[in-house]
């Protein structure tokens, strides 16, 4: 039990389709995130809500569209996604500042595959 | 700005041989040090991680000590098996911060 759960684990989606990812943190955090990672490509952030407000989008496609309803959900809208955007989604979420040596937590990602 | 930067991979070993996987960071401020693994197909885990300067971080063989006067953070592992394989990202979270800045990655395999 990471603490952090993401679903579906999988996803094959056509490029009209339109499909949610769904991540749930357990932990108590007031800091939730998206990133996207691609192969040979480093981790990408792609967008943060802290207390489920959104503070950061790093000039991600208007195709992807977060919602955090509450502190402990996080999910990410997707709608006519290209063959490149296929890759692995991973949410994560964290205390908003650094204490005491603490990391972030991140699920086991969504596989999405764009056909 | 903060930043990571690790050694290039893959780094390919057989096992039982001893792993380094080099890791320095440059920091404003006195940053928490982690190293994170990545199993394939699946999210990146904790592995070890260290809050200030000469603590060592350790977990399943693995170990890291944090040197501030060479602001280095190097992973290391004495007799290394198949199941290590894996990514491992380096990174840092300066103390009162956000952000976690993670270096590039580092693909490992073990073959037998």
């Known amino acids: 039990e990471t603490g952090v759960t993401q679903t579906p684990r999988h996803l094959v989606m056509g490029m009209t389709n339109k499909k949610s990812l769904k991540c749930e943190q357990h932990l108590g955090h007031n800091a939730m995130y998206w990133y996207k990672q691609s192969a040979k490509k480093p981790l990408e952030l792609m967008f943060v809500?802290?207390?489920?407000?959104?503070?950061e989008n790093n000039s991600v496609p208007s195709r992807f569209s977060p919602e955090c309803p509450n502190s402990s959900h996080l999910f990410l809208h997707l709608h006519t996604l290209q063959p490149e955007d296929s890759a692995l989604y991973l949410c994560?979420?964290?205390?908003?500042?650094?204490?005491?040596?603490?990391?972030?937590?991140f699920g086991s990602g969504t596989r999405l595959t764009v056909v | 700005g903060d930043s990571v930067t690790q050694m290039e991979g893959p780094v390919t070993l057989s096992e039982e041989a001893f792993l380094t996987i080099n890791c320095t960071y440059t920091?404003?401020?006195?940053?928490?040090l982690f190293w994170y693994v990545q199993y394939p197909g699946e999210g990146l885990q904790l592995l070890l991680k260290a809050t200030k300067a000469d603590d060592k971080g350790s977990n399943k063989g693995f170990e890291a000590t944090y040197r501030k006067e060479t602001t280095s953070f190097h992973l290391e592992k004495g007799s290394v098996q198949v199941s290590d394989s894996a990514v491992y990202f380096c990174?840092?979270?300066?103390?009162?911060?956000?952000?976690?800045?993670f270096g590039q990655g580092t693909r490992l395999t073990i073959n037998p």
């Open positions: 809500y802290n207390f489920k407000e959104q503070t």
């Open positions: 994560a979420s964290s205390q908003l500042a650094e204490t005491g040596g603490s990391g972030y937590t």
């Open positions: 990174a840092l979270r300066d103390q009162g911060a956000q952000k976690l800045v």
């Open positions: 920091a404003t401020g006195y940053p928490s």
